[in-house]
């Protein structure tokens, strides 16, 4: 199962499926590019260590979508390098339909909640300022409704009386980073049996 990775920051979550790849827990999946949609984004530098491509790919002309231009510019690129699966790990823009139709059934998207609850920006600090004590995070397709497509899978995160925000921010993350690389070796096996 060919994997592109899009990121938009420092690329702990790419940094997690590229270790677990190397380390042999990312079942038939293999990661063959990353791009960047700012080019001094820490996950570029994941290329480089995991031996795996990574260039920063030009979202303009729009801030916080992918649109027009440059939404032509990342589906070229991408199916240039034929992925069976596109894995969103802290790609902050929004997914257009021309995207969405050029690579249907096979984004995935990895959000710091338990969805439906706590959607889009911030999902961490959401759940920390509403009070809830079961929190987490979900991996789901990637649909037209923002935070809305099919749910994978969760994983769940206590908040303790002696959680600060920093360290329910810390347990989030640390769930992330097991959750992502497991579902993505789950979906590889189960491409894998059924091909």
Wanted: charged residues 20%; contains cysteine; glycine residues 10%.
């Amino acid at each position: 199962m060919r994997l592109v990775i899009l990121g938009s920051g420092r690329g702990s979550n790419a940094e997690a499926i590229l270790a677990a790849q190397r380390e042999g827990r990312l079942g038939r999946a293999e990661v063959v590019q990353i791009f960047a949609d700012q080019p001094a984004a820490g996950i570029l530098g994941l290329g480089p260590r995991f031996g795996v491509p990574a260039a920063f790919l030009d979202p303009a002309p729009f801030k916080t979508k992918l649109d027009g231009e440059g939404e032509q510019r990342y589906i070229a690129a991408i199916q240039a390098s034929q992925p069976d699966l596109v894995v969103l790990a802290g790609f902050m823009r929004v997914i257009k339909p021309a995207f969405l139709s050029a690579f249907a059934g096979k984004i995935i998207n990895l959000h710091p909640s338990l969805l439906p609850s706590f959607p889009g920006l911030d999902g961490i600090g959401q759940a920390w300022r509403r009070g809830v004590k079961v929190a987490g995070c979900t991996v789901h397709y990637v649909t037209a409704e923002i935070d809305g497509g099919p749910i994978i899978d969760q994983a769940v995160v206590r908040i303790e009386a002696s959680d600060t925000p920093e360290s329910f921010a810390q347990k989030i993350h640390a769930a992330e980073h097991a959750l992502l690389p497991a579902v993505i070796a789950r979906l590889s096996q189960s491409a894998a049996s059924h091909a």
